[in-house]
C-alpha cells in the first residue's frame, strides 16, 4: 500500500468549476466594456484567479481591485455551479472504504467545505485544509506541512492530486508525491510523479496491488 493518505485540490480537480468561473470574469470585464473570448480567460484563470484578474487588468487599463471587487460581486449575487467530475464520488468511496483517507487541500475559502457538504462528498473526507488555515496560498507547502503532522502522515505516504503545478509544487517541498489531474489539457508539469486525464487513476488511489511507473524518460509518465 503506497499511500494511505490523498489530498486533494478543489477547483478543477474535485469539481469542474472553470467553466463558472470563466463566465464570472467574461461578465466583470465586460461590465467595464471589454469583450474578451471565454478561452483566453480560462487559460488564464487556470494558472490562478490572481494572475486573471492582474493579467486582464493590464490588458485593458483597468484597476484590479476594482475588477477583483467586480468579480466577487458576481460571484456573491448568484449560485456557483459546481459539479463532480465524473467518478470522483466513487473513487473517495473506494479510499474511504479501504481504509486510507482523503483530505482536502484547495487555495478556496472554506466555503469548499460548504459546498462538498451540498454535493454530498463531505463525509468522505478527514482533513480539511482550506486557505484561512494556511500561512499563503499554495505553492507555499505550509497547508500540506499542517496535514502531515496533524494526522501523522510520513511524506512519503502522502500523494496530492491536483490540476495546477502550484498543488504539486507544494506537495514537492513537503517531501509528498504529486499526480497531476490534467482536466485542462496542459503542458505536463516536470515536478509531476504522475499524470491522469480522469478518475481511472482509481487503479493508483485504490487498488492495493496496482502501481503506477513513475516518468521514465524525462518526457512521459505512464500508467500501469
Not at 487541500?105 to 466555503?111: A, I, L, P, Q, S
Not at 511524506?155 to 506537495?171: F, H, N, Q, T
Not at 499526480?179 to 515536478?191: A, H, I, R, S
Amino acid at each position: 500500500m503506497k499511500y494511505t493518505d490523498i489530498a486533494w485540490d478543489f477547483d478543477g480537480t474535485l469539481v469542474d468549476s472553470y467553466p463558472n468561473l470563466t463566465k464570472l470574469m467574461q461578465d466583470a470585464l465586460e461590465s467595464f466594456g471589454c469583450k474578451e473570448d471565454s478561452e483566453e480567460i480560462r487559460k488564464r484563470l487556470v494558472v490562478t484567479l490572481r494572475h486573471a484578474r492582474d493579467f486582464f487588468a493590464e490588458k485593458y487599463g483597468l484597476d484590479s481591485d476594482e475588477l477583483s471587487q467586480r468579480f466577487n460581486s458576481l460571484k456573491e449575487a448568484q449560485p456557483e455551479v459546481l459539479p463532480l467530475f465524473p467518478g470522483v464520488e466513487e473513487v473517495l468511496r473506494e479510499i474511504k472504504e479501504s481504509g486510507r483517507r482523503n483530505h482536502l487541500y484547495t487555495n478556496r475559502k472554506e466555503d469548499a467545505v460548504h459546498y462538498m457538504e451540498e454535493l454530498g462528498i463531505l463525509h468522505y473526507f478527514d482533513g480539511l485544509m482550506t486557505y484561512e488555515k494556511m500561512a499563503d496560498y499554495k505553492p507555499n507547502p505550509d497547508g500540506m506541512f499542517k496535514l502531515l503532522a496533524e494526522y501523522r502522515v510520513e511524506p512519503s505516504k502522502m500523494l496530492m492530486v491536483g490540476d495546477r503545478i502550484l498543488d504539486l509544487e507544494a506537495s514537492k517541498a513537503a517531501g509528498a508525491d504529486g499526480c497531476f489531474y490534467n482536466t485542462n489539457g496542459l503542458p505536463v508539469p516536470e515536478c509531476a510523479d504522475f499524470v491522469v486525464e480522469d478518475m481511472l487513476f482509481r487503479r493508483l488511489a485504490c487498488e492495493r496491488n496496482a502501481h503506477l511507473r513513475k516518468r521514465n524518460d524525462g518526457n512521459k509518465i505512464k500508467t500501469a
